[in-house]
């Protein structure tokens, strides 16, 4: 859950340098895009931060499920998880892309929605929604080889074009980023 100070995005200004190049990107795990639409949320977020691209995690929606009328960011691309009401990302953008992939290319990891891959001209951005290894840590070993394909999925990206990845990662990597770290330790997020 969102503060209201927190700010959920990542704001690249400039990536490659002023003017015309100046990129703005948001991420956000929307737990539910359409609840996040029924509260009437969504539209003010993206209207007050003018991205020029939103990656959006855990949207639990397949696209012909959600009425979105977004005239700004016509350009919509859905990674939908087999199961209805489950994971998902999705990514919107005011600029058309080259080229879509939903998932990473390995079968066993793209049932559930959790990467979506948009090609622009000089660089890919990716939506991901991270897997959790579960309270008990009996997804410790599906996370792990998840994040291994992860990370050579996006290295075969990185050899064409630079790349922007963002979104839910489901860890913690250092005490700090934790509210409270001695009551996670050993826990799902945050298993040293």
């Known amino acids: 859950m969102m503060m209201d100070d927190e700010q959920p995005f990542l704001h690249l200004n400039p990536l490659y340098g002023v003017g015309e190049d100046s990129v703005k990107i948001v991420s956000w795990n929307v737990n539910g895009i359409r609840a996040v639409l029924r509260k ?3 539209h003010p977020f993206v209207a007050g931060h003018d991205p020029d691209v939103v990656c959006l995690q855990e949207t639990k929606a397949w696209p012909e499920q959600v009425t979105l009328d977004l005239p700004s960011h016509p350009h919509q691309y859905w990674s939908r998880a087999v199961r209805k009401g489950y994971s998902g990302t999705a990514i919107f953008s005011k600029m058309p892309a080259i080229s879509v992939q939903s ?3 390995v079968e066993r990891h793209d049932q559930e929605g959790r990467v979506t891959a948009a090609e622009f001209e000089r660089v890919f951005v990716v939506s991901i929604y991270v897997p959790n290894a579960k309270r008990d840590l009996s997804r410790l070993d ?3 080889d998840w994040d291994r394909c992860l990370l050579a999925y996006l290295k075969t990206l990185e050899a064409q074009k630079p790349v922007v990845f963002c979104g839910d990662f489901n860890v913690a990597h250092t005490p700090i980023d934790l509210a409270r ?4 330790e050993g826990q799902h997020g945050f298993t040293l």
């Open 103 to 105: 998932g990473m290319g």
């Open 40 to 42: 009437e949320v969504f």
């Open 181 to 184: 770290p001695k009551t996670n």
């Open 142 to 144: 599906d996370r792990q």
